[in-house]
T-cell receptor, first 111, second 115 residues
Framework: AQSVSQHNHHVILSEAASLELGCNYS??????LFWYVQYPGQHLQLLLK??????LVKGIKGFEAEFIKSKFSFNLRKPSVQWSDTAEYFCAVNADNDMRFGAGTRLTVKP | GAVVSQHPSRVICKSGTSVKIECRSL??????MFWYRQFPKQSLMLMATSNEGSKATYEQGVEKDKFLINHASLTLSTLTVTSAHPEDSSFYICSAPQTLYNEQFFGPGTRLTVL
């Protein structure tokens, strides 16, 4: 079965700092890639997704992610974080209708 | 985007009782729904795939006789935790994909506490 790994368990940044959250997966075939966010007290929602085409995907709230096939990676980035970005971020991979999530990365942004 | 609801949002029950959790897709039809369990400070763990009109597919290690899943219609799936015990206390989340892109829409979750 495929697996998804997120390198950082907890990231603490100051406002305006740049963010990069790592995500790697193990599956050799065609994949659909997602980043989901869970704000405190809210349910999971989609940040961005990749299916095909341009490997640099732009999502909501200024987030973007780059699919690097050779590295099996789909890292999430944001040039300047805000306090409101404090949340839990989950990378997910769908292959052959088998959806797997990473362990999540808790982001804390200090004002 | 599409909306998925769950009911109840929170339930407290005594050990040995059964609890039913409903997952509904409000503005789209879902032939498939997924049930997850989320432990504190951990990721989502896929429990089972609910299939409308057929049996659910359970992940390895998930007891199908304990976690009964019924996908009665294209907009409703239910998860029944039978003879619940304190170790079943957790946050249960359902999701349903939009068929075309497999994007998941998640319900708000149900927090189960078994005393």
């Amino acid at each position: 079965a495929q697996s998804v790994s997120q390198h950082n368990h907890h990231v603490i940044l100051s406002e305006a700092a740049s963010l990069e959250l790592g995500c790697n997966y193990s599956y050799g075939g065609t994949v659909n890639l997602f980043w989901y966010v869970q704000y405190p007290g809210q349910h999971l929602q989609l940040l961005l997704k990749y299916f095909s085409g341009d490997p640099l995907v732009k999502g909501i709230k200024g987030f973007e992610a780059e699919f690097i096939k050779s590295k099996f990676s789909f890292n999430l980035r944001k040039p300047s974080v805000q306090w409101s970005d404090t949340a839990e971020y989950f990378c997910a991979v769908n292959a052959d209708n088998d959806m797997r999530f990473g362990a999540g990365t808790r982001l804390t942004v200090k004002p | 985007g599409a909306v998925v609801s769950q009911h109840p949002s929170r339930v407290i029950c005594k050990s040995g009782t059964s609890v039913k959790i409903e997952c509904r897709s409000l503005d789209f039809q879902a032939t498939t729904m997924f049930w997850y369990r989320q432990f504190p400070k951990q990721s989502l763990m896929l429990m089972a795939t609910s299939n409308e009109g057929s049996k659910a597919t359970y992940e390895q290690g998930v007891e199908k006789d304990k976690f009964l899943i019924n996908h009665a219609s294209l907009t409703l799936s239910t998860l029944t935790v039978t003879s619940a015990h304190p170790e079943d206390s957790s946050f249960y989340i359902c999701s349903a994909p939009q068929t075309l892109y497999n994007e998941q829409f998640f319900g708000p979750g149900t927090r189960l506490t078994v005393l």
